[in-house]
Structure formats: structure tokens, C-alpha cells
């Protein structure tokens, strides 16, 4: 049995040990803010409202919610619909790694292929509905579309290559960064000599053409429903929007940094093409390795555009590393296969660990409780503001208030600067610890001054608070 078979069959196992992980996770995660945020925005839509307008502003792709509202017309909106969808997206973009691993490296790799971006896709929140998913799954596949153009010259897979990347961007902004590196990628063509200047010019045209193709007809309706708010929440959003510290020293986890970041480095220095090299491979390596530098500056420029969960990150890593195996001798792939192992089991290990201690503190069934006790003690039709809006969508309730679904440990574009008015005309407050960051001490004192608590949830171990407004306030 030698490491090549070892892996293989490690490779296989875990797999399948990672499938069944995510199914179970459809039925045991708890319903995430930005998954809550979705969720509320798609009961706006489904009410008649038009995203992009009043409260519905925020800095995701609408695509990300209108795919939630088709989807709750056959499932309905509850927390395990959610991971279903969820679950399915993050199913389908596996798929994708795997058959584009396939075609380019042959079946035993593409289950290696696999395995890692299951493993990977745990660390990068797999088991919550998010932006990151679809937006990487058509990029993914404008991307190999891109591949067979660099093999056959086909101008229509140009032409697809665009349309998809545009679908792409419309479920999340990064997806330009997939256009962005075909772009740099045919000037390089032009530098290395391999193309001529009117066929890069004529090539980039095509991809334009295909993203516009899919991109004005909601750029029209969106304008023509909302103005310029639709621009706003879309571009000016993200770049005002900053972390207190650059992202490559929050992201939290060592894992996470290493694969994130390092590892693209990494990669970059094994993979640099080589003569021995088809003239295929040599294309799809360089344009490879020219997305992860891109990510790579993008990343640590710092705006909220690059969200620390952007499983774009991860996909070029597997793509570049299944190239290098074609490198080395024998020996050095049997070191390279050894570290893979234990890198798999350390990350899947890492990976589940925010999942295990959110299952063992009993999240899920603290969660539940609050919502019960939500349900049962504030009357339906009343405002209720959260910071946090997963409350207000499952205890089906309108958050009147913007930018409620933000992390607490970055800064906001909104200073709160009307809340103390705001909540004049709010019935019901819902705070927990981390996120009275946001609203600051002042809006705070507001708020107490106003409302008076009616529940806390020490006794479930939970920090969340709820408030009512006081008596002689509300006559």
C-alpha cells in the first residue's frame, strides 16, 4: 500500500464523511445573521417591496435573495429550507470542482480535487446560506469556459464565459475579480507573444459583451425602481465599509490564514510554468496563478468586498495544487502526499470545530427557545428592532430600522445617529452583548431610558436581551 493508494482511499473516505456532515447540518445549524438577513429580505420581496430600497439596502448581490424567494415558493421560509438551499448550492459548486478536475486530471485526482474543497468549504461556512457559494459556482464555471476557449478558440465559450461570470456578480460583487483575471490574463498572452493585440481586444470585448448581456436588464430594472440607492448599496456600500484591522490578521484561525493567504503564495511559487509544460497546461496555470495574486492584493486592501468567507479563495488553491503533482519525482510527490494527508485531517479537524462547540452549548436549542418565548410574549404587528435580524425572521416580525445585519467587530458605515429617535417608534428591542458595540453608549442609555426589560436569558447560558417600551412612554 503506498502513500499514492493511501491518499486515494483516505481521499474517498472523507468525502463521504464530510457529505454526511453537511446533510446532518441541514437539520442542526442554526439559522446565521447573514442568513437571517437573506430571510428577512426575502419576506420583503415576497410582500411587494423591490430590494434595494428603504431597509432592504445592503451589500449583496440581489440574485442572493431572489434565489431564497423562488426557492421558499416550494419549500417555505424556515431555518432548515435555508440550509437545504444552502446545502444544494455548496453541493453543486463540489460538483463543478469535481468534473472540471476530471476532464484536466483524471478521475483519481478529481476525487482528491474533491476532498479538499469539502474539507475547505467547512471552514468557509458550507453549512449557512450565503453569497460566497453561487457567486463562486458561476464563476467557477465562466472560468472552465474560459479553459476550452484557451483550447479550442471557440468565441462562444467567450461569449458563455461572460454571460455566467455576470450571474456571478449579481449573486456577489467579487465575482468581477473572475473577469478582472481573464483580463490581465489575455494582456499577458499579448506580452508572452502568444496573441495578437486586435484578437486580446476582440477576446476581452466578448467576455464584456456576455456579463452585459445577463447584467443590463436588471441594471435597468433596478435603476428604474430604486434610482441611484441601487448603485449606492452596491459599490459606494463596500468602499466605506472597513474592518478595524486588516484582513489577514483577523481572520481568526490559523487554518483559515495559512490557506487563505500563505497558501496562495505557496502555490505560486510551485506551479510557475515550466517548458516541459503543454502549451494548455501553461495557459491554464498562468491565468491560475494570476487570480491568486489578484485575490491576494484584493484581500489585504481591506474592504468589505473581499469578505473573510469567500470561498473563491479556496478554488484556484485546489486547481494549482492537483498541477503540481506533474513536477516532481516520485520522492518528493511521496512527501507532498503525506503533508496532504495530514493537512485534510488537521483542517477538517479545525473546521468543525465552531460547529461542535456551537452543538455542544446547545445553540440550536437556545435559539429555540428565544423564538418561543418571542412568539408567545410580543403580539404580531409589532415593531421589533434587532440588531440582529435572525429573531425578526423567525418570530416573524418587521425590522423597521438599515444595516441591521452587520459583524459587530468591524466598523459601520451608519453612526446611528437618528436611533434615539428611531426607536420612538419601535415596541420591542432585542440586544445581546456583541452587538451594543454598534449602536455605542449613547444610543444605549437612549434605549434603557425608554424600554424596560421583560426577559433575559441567563438561565439557557444566553446572552440576548429583550426590552419593551415602558408604560408611560406608550400611552
Known amino acids: 500500500m503506498n502513500t499514492k493508494k493511501i491518499l486515494l482511499y483516505f481521499s474517498v473516505l472523507l468525502l463521504i464523511s464530510v457529505f454526511i456532515l453537511k446533510f446532518f447540518f441541514i437539520f442542526t445549524v442554526i439559522l446565521g445573521s447573514n442568513s437571517a438577513f437573506f430571510a428577512s429580505r426575502n419576506d420583503a420581496i415576497n410582500h411587494g417591496q423591490v430590494l434595494h430600497t428603504g431597509n432592504l439596502s445592503n451589500n449583496k448581490g440581489p440574485l442572493t435573495v431572489y434565489a431564497l424567494s423562488f426557492f421558499s415558493i416550494f419549500f417555505g421560509l424556515t431555518t432548515d429550507s435555508i440550509n437545504l438551499l444552502a446545502f444544494l448550492e455548496d453541493f453543486a459548486l463540489l460538483l463543478a470542482v469535481f468534473f472540471i478536475s476530471r476532464k484536466y486530471f483524471g478521475l483519481n485526482k478529481a476525487l482528491i480535487a474533491s476532498t479538499i474543497y469539502s474539507v475547505l468549504s467547512i471552514s468557509f461556512n458550507a453549512a449557512h446560506y450565503d453569497a460566497e457559494f453561487p457567486c463562486t459556482l458561476f464563476g467557477l464555471l465562466g472560468v472552465f469556459l474560459y479553459f476550452l476557449f484557451l483550447e479550442k478558440n471557440n468565441k462562444y465559450n467567450l461569449f458563455f464565459a461572460g454571460l455566467l461570470i455576470g450571474i456571478s456578480i449579481w449573486f456577489k460583487q467579487p465575482g468581477f475579480f473572475f473577469f478582472l483575471a481573464i483580463l490581465i490574463h489575455q494582456i499577458y498572452l499579448y506580452f508572452k507573444k502568444k496573441e495578437t493585440l486586435t484578437r486580446i481586444f476582440g477576446n476581452i470585448l466578448i467576455v464584456f459583451i456576455g456579463i452585459m448581456t445577463f447584467s443590463i436588464p436588471l441594471l435597468i430594472y433596478f435603476l428604474h425602481n ?20 486588516p484582513r489577514i490578521f483577523t481572520i481568526g484561525r490559523l487554518s483559515n490564514l495559512v490557506l487563505r493567504t500563505m497558501g496562495f503564495l505557496f502555490i505560486i511559487i510551485l506551479a510557475s510554468p515550466k517548458k516541459q509544460e503543454s502549451e ?62 495530514i493537512s485534510l485531517l488537521s483542517v477538517f479537524m479545525f473546521s468543525l470545530e465552531k460547529e461542535v462547540r456551537n452543538y455542544l452549548q446547545n445553540e440550536g436549542f437556545k435559539q429555540e427557545q428565544i423564538t418561543l418565548y418571542i412568539k408567545n410574549e410580543i403580539p404580531k404587528g409589532s415593531l421589533v428592532y434587532s440588531v440582529n435580524e435572525i429573531y425578526n425572521v423567525l418570530g416573524g416580525y418587521e425590522n423597521p430600522y438599515r444595516w441591521t445585519a452587520v459583524s459587530s467587530h468591524v466598523a459601520s458605515v451608519d453612526n446611528f445617529s437618528d436611533f434615539c429617535g428611531f426607536i420612538d417608534n419601535v415596541d420591542y428591542v432585542i ?23 421583560i426577559k433575559d436569558f441567563e438561565e439557557i447560558g444566553s446572552d440576548v436581551t429583550i426590552l419593551r417600551k415602558s408604560e408611560d412612554l406608550s400611552l
Open 431 to 453: 440586544f445581546n452583548e456583541e452587538q451594543k458595540k454598534y449602536l455605542g453608549e449613547k444610543n444605549l442609555e437612549c434605549a434603557y431610558s425608554k424600554f424596560e426589560v
Open 280 to 341: 494548455r497546461d501553461a495557459k491554464i496555470i498562468s491565468f491560475l496563478i494570476i487570480y491568486s495574486v489578484i485575490m491576494i492584493l484584493f484581500f489585504m486592501i481591506n474592504r468589505e468586498i473581499m469578505a473573510k468567507h469567500m470561498i473563491q479563495l479556496a478554488v484556484p488553491l485546489i486547481l494549482l495544487a492537483i498541477f503540481c503533482y506533474k513536477k516532481y519525482p516520485e520522492e518528493s510527490l511521496k512527501i507532498i502526499r503525506i503533508l496532504l494527508i
Open 226 to 245: 430604486t434610482g441611484f440607492n441601487f448603485l449606492k448599496d452596491m459599490i459606494l456600500f463596500n468602499l466605506s465599509f472597513n474592518t478595524g484591522k
